[in-house]
Nanobody, 123 residues
Framework: QVRLVESGGGPVQAGGSLRLSCTASGYIYNCVGWFRQAPGKEREGVAVIYTSGHTRYGDSVKGRFLVSQDNAKTTRYLQMDSLKPEDTGMYYC???????????????????WGQGTQVSVSS
């Protein structure tokens, strides 16, 4: 069973940057997705990276966030630049169960959720 662990969150001022890491134990067959959840809101997709290297981003982060993975495909990264207060939330990574789940970018199709890492952007 795959398990993922997030790290790298913290407080940052608006306009600043953070780099999150997601380390996987177990084999990733399709993709790893980054999601976030703000208080009182549903969990939303931020970015996904396929094992092939193909990437996809949520509309609210396009042009500001960059997802990548190391050559061994054990760690994924989420580089977040030009952060805004609305980027505040708990950030999670998880593995897509199938290629279709990766395309749908819906949290219900992902497994191996970690505890998350908190990102707090102040204005």
């Amino acid at each position: 069973q795959v398990r993922l662990v997030e790290s790298g969150g913290g407080p940052v001022q608006a306009g600043g940057s953070l780099r999150l890491s997601c380390t996987a134990s177990g084999y990733i067959y399709n993709c790893v997705g980054w999601f976030r959840q703000a208080p009182g809101k549903e969990r939303e997709g931020v970015a996904v990276i396929y094992t092939s290297g193909h990437t996809r981003y949520g509309d609210s982060v396009k042009g500001r966030f960059l997802v990548s993975q190391d050559n061994a495909k054990t760690t994924r990264y989420l580089q977040m630049d030009s952060l805004k207060p609305e980027d505040t939330g708990m950030y999670y990574c998880a593995a897509g169960r199938t290629g279709a789940d990766c395309r749908l970018f819906d949290p219900i199709g992902y497994i191996g959720w970690g505890q998350g890492t908190q990102v707090s952007v102040s204005s």
